[in-house]
Every structure is written in C-alpha cells, then in structure tokens.
C-alpha cells in the first residue's frame, strides 16, 4: 500500500464537474497534484522573467528556477552530467530531435534502423522518414500476441548493417516491459560492422512506473514526457550521451542557441543550450520538477507495488466476464498499469462512450499504434490505465459497468 493518501492532493477529484470521475486514461497522460501547480504559479508569481537572458534580478531568479529543474531532472534518471538533460516539447520531438540531427547526419544509404512493431507512432514514423530520405532500410523486431520479442527475434535482426536500433521499454498497449538493457548491450557490439549502432530508447511509459537509470541501461538516447508522470503539458525532455550531443547539429536555430553571429557564420551555444532556441518553457519545467519531487517522496517501488496490485485485480475481474478479451500476457505484473482489451460485438468506442456514460474515462482507438493494429488484426482496441491514485472501489465499480456493456447495447 502507498504510504500516504494521495489522492487529496489532486484537485481534479474534487471539482464539482468531476464528482465521481473514474479516471482510467494515465497512459495517455496522468493526472497534476496541487503541489505541481503551485509551483507553476509560484513561477509565475515570484520569477517571471525571461531566463537565460537578463542580467536583473528576476531574470537570474528565473533561470537558476529553470536551470535548478535541469539538474533534478538529470539525478532523477542518473545521467551523467547536467548538461545531458535536454528541454523539448515532449518525447515525440525529442526523439524527432535525434532523427533529424544525429540520424539525418549519420544514416546512409545501404544502413539499417531496427524498431520494433509495438513502437508508438512518434518512436516509427522519424525514423521510416529518416530510411526514405537516406535510402537505408527499416527492420522491425516482431512480437508474439503477448507482446513478447524473443531473443532470438533481436539477435537475429541486429548485425552489421544495423547503424540504429529505436525500441520502447513499455508498450502503451501491452504494458509489457522490454529487455531494453540487453538488446542495447547487444546492438553496441553487434551493429555497424562491429562499431556498434546507436540505441534509443522511448521512455514514455516506462518513467512514470519505475526508477530509471540511463547509465545502468546504457541508452544513448532516452526520452519522455512530464505529462505522463503528473507534470505540465507541453515539456518533455531528452537525455542524450554528451559525447553525441556535443557533434550533433542544432535542431532549431535562433534565439539562446548561439554564441556569436555575423552576416556570414555562426558559432553556438554549449550544451544544453544548443538545443533551446527561442525562450524556453521555464514555468513547465519547474511544474516538472515539482512533480518529480512529488514521485520520489511516493516512491517509484511503492508506485510499481501499487501498478501491479491493481492491475492485478483489474485483469482477474474481466478474466471473468464473459467475451472480455485482454490484450497481451495474462500475467497482471507484466503490464505497468496498461490493460488493453477488446468485447465480443462492441466496438472499442461504444465502450468508451457507454463508460463515459458511467463517468470511467479510458481510451478507445489505435493508440498511435497502427502497425501494430494491423499485426493483431484489429483496427481498434480500448485500453484501461491505472496509476498509484486510483483505488480497488474504482476497480470495482469498473469491472461492474464493463461486465453490463453488451446487454447495455442490447446483446
């Protein structure tokens, strides 16, 4: 059990619009407690300035805010030096940031990128763009229907041709954690004709779940998203090797990023800086910051406890409902809170309407997982996710509305 009650301290529980709200969308984005905006209105109360770019007073209270939010970034998922931690809009433009700068400049023709067929859209589609424009070759890591790739599946399909390997460590639709440290490991001394291949990793689903350690997983490039993990919209961050962020091109060009510019040339920033053009997202970052303070004072491990715990009783109760169909392992400990599901004669947004009905909220569609779709021969599916503020008597009252659906659509 939590060692706390967490859920006073969302205030979206308690709004009159919500009252009895059965939040079950977390995958797609979590929940913000009072202590994440009020930081975010403590910014901007107390430090409004422009970082980076003043030398008043405000300014330096603004950019140490920013700067200060970098480094708990950085402890938070044990990179090396600060300077790894860059600030993006989300994970989907920082894994663009690497598709278009270090893939663009390093990808040739005849090269491979490996993926696997579970990747969200934004851990894909960057890097089919980058194999059509360079002439190289995209080679995806098959699954089984419980979303499992096999050892053999990885070793097989990385060798020396392999210049990148770009993987999900949990799947937004199976839940289903990847070996992600022994396939990067594997793609280090396997890839590019024995110099190794590059390895990305989309930490998306995985951050919010459990403790992250980028050195341990030897990732050269992890990205996620704070909304996910009950931090701000519209800031993300990507952690990068400082050796390859140090040779890669800018991303953006203009404001911040530069250190000196005539009509001819252009020198750049350090790092991270080379990376942030315009004014940066400051308030957000420091809502991020907070809401990582507000994870480890929850603790990861009694997150993951409670992901497991509920998702536990939530796939044992619509194992028992009749033509309830679950999507990937029957094993509840091998989903992170995810459990996608289809019922026999409903399509997935009727079941998200009729649930609605009911005020439960989950996400029915494909997920930003189309191939995927494609592989399981469904064109849609609903999917229910849990985080450490749901309870057993939301469980509850959802296994009841799901098991009335179908008689609920007259079958």
Not at 289 to 313: F, Q, T, V
Request: charged share 20%; hydrophobic share 40%; net charge negative.
């Amino acid at each position: 059990m939590l060692k706390t009650d967490v859920r006073s301290d969302f205030p979206i529980f308690d709004s009159k619009e919500n009252s009895g709200l059965i939040y079950f969308d977390n995958a797609a984005t979590t929940q913000r407690p009072i202590q994440v905006i009020k930081a975010i209105e403590d910014f901007y109360v107390h430090a409004n300035a422009n970082p980076l770019r003043g030398l008043y007073s405000l300014s330096v209270r603004a950019t140490d805010m920013y700067e200060n939010a970098r480094q708990n970034v950085a402890s938070f998922i044990n990179a090396k030096a600060v300077q790894e931690i860059i600030f993006t809009r989300n994970a989907s433009e920082s894994l663009n940031l690497v598709a278009y700068t270090w893939a663009m400049e390093n990808i040739q023709q005849g090269d491979e990128i490996v993926v696997s067929a579970m990747e969200h859209h934004s851990n894909f589609l960057p890097w089919q763009m980058v194999c059509k424009a360079k002439g190289a070759k995209l080679v995806f890591l098959e699954c089984d229907d419980q979303g499992t790739i096999s050892k053999e599946e990885w070793q097989g399909k990385i060798n020396d041709k392999t210049k990148l390997v770009a993987l999900t460590h949990v799947s937004n639709v199976f839940g289903i954690t990847n070996p992600v440290k022994e396939i990067a490991s594997y793609a280090h001394k396997t890839g590019n004709a024995g110099k190794g291949a590059m390895v990305v990793i989309d930490g998306a689903q995985s951050t919010p779940h459990v403790k992250i350690d980028v050195q341990d997983l030897d990732a050269d490039f992890f990205a996620f998203s704070s909304h996910k993990l009950c931090g701000p919209m519209g800031i993300g961050v990507l952690y990068g090797k400082l050796d390859l962020l140090e040779n890669m091109p800018p991303f953006l060009r203009g404001g911040e990023m530069i250190e000196y510019v005539t009509r001819e040339e252009v020198t750049y920033a350090e790092l991270p800086h080379k990376f942030e053009a315009g004014t940066v997202n400051a308030a957000d970052a420091v809502g991020l910051s907070a809401a990582i303070d507000y994870l480890k004072d929850i603790g990861l491990d009694e997150i993951h406890k409670n992901d497991d715990r509920l998702s536990s009783m939530l796939i044992s109760g619509m194992k028992s409902i009749p033509h309830v169909k679950i999507i990937g392992s029957p094993d509840s400990s091998k989903h992170s809170g995810i459990v996608t599901f289809t019922i026999d004669g409903v399509h997935p947004h009727d079941i998200a309407s009729i649930l609605d009905s009911e005020k439960i909220a989950i996400r029915a569609g494909h997920h930003c997982a189309q191939p995927l779709m494609q592989k399981l021969g469904v064109g849609s599916t609903a999917r229910a996710s849990l985080y450490f503020y749901n309870t057993e008597k939301e469980v509850e009252r959802f296994l009841e509305s799901l098991s009335k659906v179908r008689s609920w659509m007259g079958m």
